[in-house]
């Protein structure tokens, strides 16, 4: 489990939004729930611009903080999925709000962040 803000230990804001906030979390759940159960390479090619390294690394992180599970199977060459938890679905309506708040924004945003 990544280490809380011992600055503020109680706020949510900063020691929960943080964990799942970065770019690379967003898009895994997202195309875990999209898609159900993947594999991390069914995972690289839906989010080709991350690297492996990233991928893992994230994927760890949102396993430990329980939002997805990781079910290997003892097989040659071994297989590993991916599968939001419980938890994990229920943090996707929230998730989907400000999926569909940024494409409804998109082109406003950055057309007035290109005419700076």
Known sequence: MREIDLRYPTCPIRNILSRISDKWSLL???SLQKKGTMRYKDLMNIIPDISQKML?????????DKLINRKM????????EYSLTEMGQELMPALQ?????A???FERITQEVEEK
């Open 73 to 80: 199977y003892a097989e040659i060459p071994p297989r590993v």
């Open 97 to 101: 709000m400000m999926i569909d708040w």
């Open 56 to 64: 893992s690394s994230t994927l760890k992180r949102l396993e430990e």
């Open 103 to 105: 494409q409804t924004h």
């Open 28 to 30: 895994i759940l997202r």
